[in-house]
């Protein structure tokens, strides 16, 4: 269960950084969860990534920090997180 303390993040912007970074085959949707398919020759259960919505169109702080430190766009969720939530070095801040 995601701690409520955290701020969520919208899927576009998580669906938007994972397909500009070229590894993706394609994805697809079962109710609530999305499913990434990685490019490659492993086994599927290797290449795939499950993101599990809270409510429709937003994603847990704890699987958006996991998914932007293995695809190198850290830097970009942190910002839009500034921007977006007023969420600054681990805390909300006064706009």
Not at 25 to 52: C, D, M, P
Not at 54 to 83: D, I
Request: hydrophobic content about 35%; proline content about 5%.
């Amino acid at each position: 269960m995601p701690d409520p303390f955290y701020p969520s993040v919208d899927f576009s912007f998580i669906e938007q950084h994972l397909k500009d970074t070229g590894k993706f085959e394609g994805y697809f949707s079962v109710g609530q969860t999305k499913t990434f398919v990685l490019k490659g020759n492993q086994a599927i259960h290797k290449r795939t990534i499950r993101i599990r919505e809270l409510s429709p169109g937003k994603v847990c702080y704890e699987q958006a920090t996991g998914l932007a430190a293995r695809f190198r766009f850290m830097s970009e969720l942190l910002a839009w997180f500034e921007t977006n939530t007023n969420w600054k070095e681990g805390g909300y801040v006064e706009p």
